[in-house]
């Protein structure tokens, strides 16, 4: 069976400090590409650079949104053609995939993207992903396409995630401002600490830091998928991360996979809402496995409608817990803190015992 592999390659890595596309990284990134191709692998790349690109070209920043999607518009095809040219040299074909929030976030398109990328490996084609920054606004972006290799690599049950930034990999500080650091090699669960030591920014020609990296490792290995961050700037790098060795950090993957479902509803719906819940409810969905019931609410943010994703907070106001509802906004506001067989007294009709049942519930701990 061959091995699935998801190579996100950062703008860090794809351009020069200008702005200007280094292809000579390019090819070198393609040819170890290509040669773990001939050993068997299955490979997606997910790439930046298509703003950093019309950069370089059109010699302007570009701030706001208007200007990095024209930016983009201009260096998208320049990068496929940087692409298509060196996989050429090794008989491989390439197919540009465009995507935004909702292309996944809607299950039905979700799908139809998730059948597009597997048929295009069946097809032996090497799909290249990227954000479709051209249409994308704030409210649809994924924010950073190391979220969206990690979703991709769920997508397709990948085997091994791959990203490729410009630093050897999770340190216990930024090795950018500190000197005294060290690399952590080796990751069994994401803890707040290093979520609090990570960088919250990336380069001047990226936008993700070391903790949208953390963020992708928490998708990829609750998808029961082994995540690596190593520095594309290195050679051999992708050939030691084949062979087994570990040049960066490896994240390991989880001891419980989330199924396939609760992954579309942990990761890729928009959260509409917030419920909050008491303790009792609280242990009820983590220790014993329970439906969210509306006696267990205290209160509920925002305007949604039945079916809606929304996140789940305790007392505190920390999310353990994502799910999709069987009641709107209005509804739960009047039944919360109320038993089960109260609510078709209180709204004059009950579709369902539970305000998020089980089987639509994720714990997120």
């Known amino acids: 069976m061959k091995k699935r592999v998801v190579i996100k390659i950062g703008t860090s890595v794809l351009t020069k400090p200008s702005g200007v596309l280094n ?37 302007l920043q570009g701030r706001s949104i208007r200007e990095k999607q024209a930016l983009a518009s201009i260096g998208q095809s320049y990068l496929m053609s940087v692409y298509e040219k060196f996989f050429r040299k090794h008989k491989r074909l390439v197919a540009q ?96 600490e290093m979520e609090k030591s990570a960088s919250g920014r990336g380069s001047e020609r990226g936008t993700g830091g070391m903790i949208t990296k953390l963020e992708a490792a928490k998708i990829a290995t609750a998808s029961g998928i082994t995540m690596c961050i190593a520095n594309g700037n290195r050679k051999e790098v992708l050939k030691k991360i084949w062979n087994g060795e570990n040049p960066g950090t490896k994240f390991l993957p989880g001891k419980e996979k989330i199924v396939s479902r609760k992954r579309w509803i942990a990761f890729d719906t928009r959260i509409e809402g917030k419920i909050a819940v008491d303790e009792g409810a609280r242990e009820a969905l983590l220790r014993r496995g329970k439906s969210l019931l509306p006696s267990g609410i205290t209160s509920v943010e925002g305007r949604f409608n039945t079916g809606a994703c929304v996140a789940v907070v305790d007392m505190a106001g920390i999310e353990f817990a994502r799910g999709l509802t069987s009641y709107s906004s209005d509804e739960i506001e009047k039944i919360k803190g109320k038993k089960s067989s109260q609510i078709e007294k209180t709204l004059g009709y009950k579709d369902y015992d539970e ?10 701990l």
Do not use: W
Request: aromatic share 2%; hydrophobic share 45%.
């Open 97 to 192: 995939v465009l995507l935004t929030g909702d292309d996944l976030s809607l299950r039905e398109r979700y799908l139809n993207a998730r059948n597009t990328l597997l048929t295009l490996l069946s097809m032996g084609v090497v799909p290249v992903v990227n954000e479709n920054d051209t249409v994308a606004v704030d409210e649809i972006k994924f924010g950073d396409n190391d979220r969206l290799s990690a979703l991709v690599a769920s997508k397709v049950e990948a085997d091994q995630l791959v990203i490729l930034t410009d630093v050897d990999g999770l340190f216990s500080a930024d090795p950018h401002a500190e000197s005294k650091v060290k690399l952590i090699k080796e990751v069994e669960a994401i803890t707040p």
């Open 355 to 364: 305000v998020i049942h089980r089987d639509n519930l994720v714990i997120l």
């Open 23 to 59: 292809e000579s990284t390019i090819e070198r990134i393609v040819d170890d590409v290509a040669q773990m191709l001939k050993l068997g692998a299955e490979v997606i790349i997910v790439t930046s650079g298509a703003i950093g690109a019309g950069r370089g070209r059109l010699k």
